[in-house]
């Protein structure tokens, strides 16, 4: 893994951030999991006429989900390369 | 950011071990990356009508993430300011 200035750890300090970003990961995928479920039910489910998902409901749900990974993933990219260019930026 | 941690670790509170500094700094940067997608998102996605992003969403997207960085950094040089001309009165 690739996380700056960790080689600069003793070997426990490493595993102790290694465990904490693992729960890290875990805890930001629940957590987005259920923010993606707020979001794509509120945008796609709008009617209560009948108790299971209708036809274009699933499908809204579908491209909901699809359009939120490429938002998602373009904003991390993004986010990557401004903060390299701040690191370059920032005086030494 | 880790100026920022840094400054605060040196009030008068044991000195954080460098693991516990780390691991702050990667929470901070989780965090700040969850409240941009919640921003950029309702800023920038305004229905999934189409499956894709379009071009207007992706450049939406672009300016959003390095304006909510560029407030982020703004943000913090402002508050190292405030907190330098009044420092919090010692109890």
New interface residues.
């Given amino acids: 893994m690739s996380?700056p200035?960790?080689d600069?750890?003793?070997q426990?300090?490493?595993m102790?951030?290694v465990q904490?970003?693992n729960e890290?990961q875990m805890q930001?995928m629940m957590?987005?999991y259920n923010?993606l479920v707020e979001?794509?039910f509120n945008?796609?489910v709008t009617s209560f006429r009948t108790k299971g998902l209708e036809g274009h409901e699933e499908q809204?749900v579908?491209?909901?989900v699809?359009?939120?990974m490429?938002?998602?993933q373009?904003?991390?990219l993004?986010?990557q390369e401004?903060?390299q260019q701040?690191q370059l930026q920032k005086p030494a | 950011m880790a100026a920022l941690a840094a400054g605060q670790a040196g009030l008068g509170q044991p000195q954080a071990s460098p693991a516990d500094m780390m691991v702050a700094e990667l929470k901070g940067v989780s965090d700040i990356m969850a409240r941009m997608q919640l921003s950029c998102y309702s800023k920038c996605i305004a229905n999934v009508k189409e499956e894709k992003l379009s071009v207007g969403e992706m450049s939406c997207v672009d300016r959003c993430v390095n304006k909510f960085m560029d407030v982020h950094q703004k943000v913090g040089v402002e508050l190292q300011n405030s907190m330098a001309q009044q420092p919090p009165a010692a109890e």
């Fill in positions: 996380i200035g960790m600069q750890l003793s426990r300090d490493q102790q951030v904490a970003l890290m930001d957590n987005m923010t979001r794509c945008e796609c809204c579908t491209r909901c699809q359009k939120f490429s938002f998602s373009r904003v991390s993004r986010f401004k903060q701040m």
